[in-house]
């Protein structure tokens, strides 16, 4: 292994799991790709809190170990893995949307909804509004994540989509008080990393009713989904767009600055730095964090 892998996806790759990889390789000669990925999460335990294989990140890892001369793949067949739900939009058909202007009082849309995205035909919805709508558009995201949609009697007024948190973010990590170690406890954090009230709808507070609604249900939607319940949740507003004023509303809890290099930003490439925003689900997140606490607990009232 070459001595610049540390880290990928979170997991610290050991010198035993390129074993473990290589033995696998070797032993399944027939497995394709995404079956080889598939069984090597099993045997070094890449999984999710509730169990699942990490499909998408092992079949990625492969892939640079392969272009590093670590290991030998098989053949690429006319497919290739994509992840849980996957955003090509090239061949989406067009789908209708009521633009019809929304104004007035909050109180006038309530009860207000957040439905979460489970179906096909939601998922293209989904996508095809964050494509025409959202600056970021709807790319791909690997690992846990929710999509919902933000209603108001049956109809739609915003998208919202939750996923896996940053992984290196000093200015969280120091506030929570976190040690390198506490990073197996990463999963415990959800972020917002889509938002979108549609251009139309113009009513005063709608954006922080529904990032309030976001945080009372979210526990349960993410725990009834992946078999556990977040503790914190954390978002990037980018402050040369936004001003953030809807996350301090809803009482989320400014931190400070990205450092402007994202997750993938290649040297001499910066991106602009974004404002944290982190929002406590729990009274005792900290301790659920650090592991004083143990994250099965989940207790209203803690």
Same mark, same amino acid.
């Given at each position: 292994? #070459?001595?610049?892998?540390? @880290?990928?996806?979170?997991?610290?790759? %050991?010198e035993?799991?390129?074993?473990?990889?290589?033995?696998a390789?070797?032993?399944?000669?027939?497995?394709?790709?995404?079956?080889?990925?598939?069984?090597?999460?099993?045997?070094?335990?890449?999984?999710?809190?509730?169990?699942?294989?990490?499909?998408?990140?092992?079949? $990625?890892?492969?892939?640079?170990?392969?272009?590093?001369?670590?290991?030998?793949?098989? =053949?690429?067949?006319?497919? %290739?893995?994509?992840?849980?739900?996957?955003?090509? #939009?090239?061949? *989406?058909? =067009?789908i209708?949307v009521?633009?019809? =202007?929304v104004e007035?009082?909050?109180?006038?849309?309530?009860p207000?909804?957040l /439905?979460?995205?489970c %179906?096909?035909? @939601?998922?293209?919805?989904w996508?095809?509004?964050?494509? +025409?709508?959202?600056?970021l &558009?709807?790319?791909?995201?690997f690992?846990?994540?929710?999509?919902?949609?933000?209603?108001?009697?049956?109809r739609?007024?915003?998208?919202? +989509?939750f996923s896996? @948190?940053a992984?290196?973010?000093?200015?969280?990590?120091r506030?929570?008080?976190w040690?390198?170690?506490?990073k197996?406890?990463?999963?415990?954090?959800?972020?917002n990393?889509?938002?979108?009230?549609?251009?139309?709808?113009?009513? +005063?507070?709608?954006?922080?009713?529904?990032l309030?609604?976001?945080?009372?249900?979210?526990?349960? $939607?993410?725990?009834?989904?992946?078999?556990?319940?977040?503790?914190?949740?954390?978002?990037?507003?980018?402050?040369?767009?936004?001003?953030?004023?809807?996350? &301090?509303?809803?009482?989320?809890?400014?931190?400070?600055? %990205?450092?402007?290099?994202?997750r993938?930003a290649? *040297?001499g490439?910066?991106l602009s730095?974004?404002?944290?925003?982190?929002?406590?689900l729990?009274?005792?997140?900290?301790?659920?964090?650090?592991? /004083?606490?143990?994250y +099965?607990?989940?207790? =209203?009232?803690?």
């Open positions: 292994m #070459t001595n610049h892998i540390l @880290s990928f996806a979170g997991r610290k790759i %050991t035993e799991d390129i074993e473990h990889i290589k033995w390789r070797e032993t399944y000669p027939n497995l394709s790709r995404t079956e080889l990925a598939g069984t090597i999460c099993h045997i070094i335990d890449w999984l999710t809190p509730s169990g699942r294989a990490k499909l998408a990140q092992c079949y $990625d890892l492969l892939c640079l170990l392969e272009k590093e001369d670590i290991i030998d793949l098989p =053949p690429k067949q006319k497919y %290739t893995y994509k992840g849980k739900n996957n955003n090509n #939009t090239q061949q *989406q058909e =067009p209708h009521d633009r019809t =202007p007035g009082d909050i109180r006038e849309l309530l207000l909804t /439905d979460i995205v %179906t096909k035909g @939601s998922h293209a919805r996508r095809y509004y964050m494509n +025409q709508y959202h600056m &558009q709807a790319k791909t995201v690992g846990s994540q929710l999509r919902y949609f933000i209603r108001s009697k049956g739609d007024l915003g998208c919202m +989509q896996a @948190s992984w290196a973010l000093k200015v969280r990590d506030w929570i008080g040690r390198k170690e506490d197996d406890r990463l999963h415990l954090i959800v972020n990393n889509r938002f979108l009230i549609f251009p139309w709808v113009r009513v +005063q507070n709608l954006a922080s009713k529904s309030s609604l976001a945080a009372k249900q979210i526990q349960e $939607d993410w725990k009834n989904e992946y078999g556990y319940a977040p503790v914190l949740l954390e978002t990037f507003v980018d402050l040369h767009y936004f001003s953030g004023t809807c996350y &301090q509303a809803a009482n989320w809890i400014y931190l400070g600055l %990205t450092r402007g290099t994202g993938t290649k *040297q490439m910066p730095k974004k404002a944290i925003y982190v929002y406590p729990k009274k005792h997140f900290r301790a659920y964090l650090k592991g /004083d606490l143990p +099965q607990v989940v207790d =209203p009232d803690v």
